[in-house]
């Protein structure tokens, strides 16, 4: 129950920037929003991937349903697809937990970092993406309307060429393709994103908002 609140509480993070570049990306999130499309969103480490995904869904019709987070790194393929297909938790198998899909039901699932699932894990979401329906062992099977957003920082052809992804999939997930730019491609977003930082400091901290000078 505290995950599923959790979940549907909206986000307040906006994008921040006046520069030709965001008001682009804002344009095209807006646009990406009102589809219903799997997306696949592309940048480095840290240019704000969740917070592109984040805004997808707060501007779509799933809005006030949940939005949930699932990052495969540091996992292995046995509890990766524990959490997002089975959700059970093996040492006390009468303590059934929901999967990440089951969750994420009626709204919007982020994956980051994609390309870290192992295949045995890529055909099972594959196989999962044709219908969205899956099997749990000794229940009836269970139809999910789940709108699935990726993210990676790498470049997914080159782990097609190296046999680490499935091609596959790849196309499935990349149905609507969005790239984040980096901070450094948008320098003009500086001064007014120091301003808001400044002042959420100040807010949370009860101090004083601080001046910078040009």
């Given at each position: 129950?505290?995950?599923?609140?959790?979940?549907?509480?909206?986000?307040?993070?906006?994008?921040?920037?006046?520069?030709?570049?965001?008001?682009?990306?804002?344009?095209?999130?807006?646009?990406?929003?009102?589809?219903?499309?799997?997306?696949?969103?592309?940048?480095?480490?840290?240019?704000?991937?969740?917070?592109?995904?984040?805004?997808?869904?707060?501007?779509?019709?799933?809005?006030?349903?949940?939005?949930?987070?699932?990052?495969?790194?540091?996992?292995?393929?046995?509890?990766?697809?524990?959490?997002?297909?089975?959700?059970?938790?093996?040492?006390?198998?009468?303590?059934?937990?929901?999967?990440?899909?089951e969750v994420a039901n009626n709204g919007t699932l982020y994956i980051d970092e994609i390309s870290a699932l192992p295949i045995p894990v890529q055909v099972k979401l594959?196989?999962?993406?044709?219908?969205?329906?899956?099997?749990?062992?000794?229940?009836?099977?269970?139809?999910?309307?789940?709108?699935?957003?990726?993210?990676?920082?790498?470049?997914?052809?080159?782990?097609?060429?190296?046999?680490?992804?499935?091609?596959?999939?790849?196309?499935?997930?990349?149905?609507?393709?969005?790239?984040?730019?980096?901070?450094?491609?948008?320098?003009?977003?500086?001064?007014?994103?120091?301003?808001?930082?400044?002042?959420?400091?100040?807010?949370?901290?009860?101090?004083?908002?601080?001046?910078?000078?040009?």
């Amino acid at each position: 129950e505290n995950i599923d609140l959790k979940s549907k509480v909206i986000d307040k993070t906006e994008l921040v920037g006046n520069s030709h570049i965001t008001t682009k990306l804002r344009s095209d999130i807006e646009r990406i929003a009102l589809a219903t499309s799997r997306v696949l969103i592309q940048g480095k480490i840290g240019s704000g991937k969740e917070l592109a995904a984040r805004l997808i869904h707060k501007k779509s019709k799933r809005a006030n349903a949940p939005f949930v987070v699932f990052s495969p790194v540091c996992m292995n393929a046995e509890k990766i697809a524990q959490a997002l297909f089975d959700g059970v938790d093996k040492q006390d198998n009468a303590t059934r937990r929901p999967s990440v899909f089951e969750v994420a039901n009626n709204g919007t699932l982020y994956i980051d970092e994609i390309s870290a699932l192992p295949i045995p894990v890529q055909v099972k979401l594959l196989k999962f993406l044709q219908d969205q329906v899956f099997e749990r062992a000794g229940s009836k099977p269970i139809k999910l309307d789940v709108r699935l957003i990726t993210a990676t920082s790498k470049n997914i052809q080159d782990d097609i060429r190296d046999g680490t992804f499935l091609e596959d999939l790849y196309h499935r997930l990349n149905v609507i393709s969005l790239k984040i730019p980096s901070l450094c491609d948008r320098k003009e977003d500086i001064p007014t994103l120091v301003k808001y930082f400044a002042k959420q400091i100040a807010k949370f901290s009860g101090l004083k908002e601080r001046e910078f000078s040009d």
